[in-house]
């Protein structure tokens, strides 16, 4: 026979549930964390990627497309 008393159901209940609670709030802390390095090492490779390109305007001549030898020639 079941005797526990409907309050002691309901805590079980609340138990329960704030359990599977912070199993998901823990699920979603490692997804933000891993989106976080994501996101990091984009903006690392952004930076690396602005230093690679050479600076527009400065004194570079700017190249015209009619000016430019085709690669078969």
Do not use: C, W
């Amino acid at each position: 026979m079941d005797t526990t008393t409907p309050t002691e159901k309901r805590l079980i209940e609340l138990e329960i549930k704030a359990g599977f609670t912070e199993d998901l709030l823990d699920q979603l802390n490692d997804q933000v964390y891993r989106q976080q390095q994501q996101i990091d090492a984009l903006v690392q490779e952004i930076r690396q990627l602005r230093e690679r390109m050479p600076e527009s305007g400065g004194g570079a001549e700017v190249r015209q497309l009619r000016d430019e030898i085709p690669p078969h020639y």
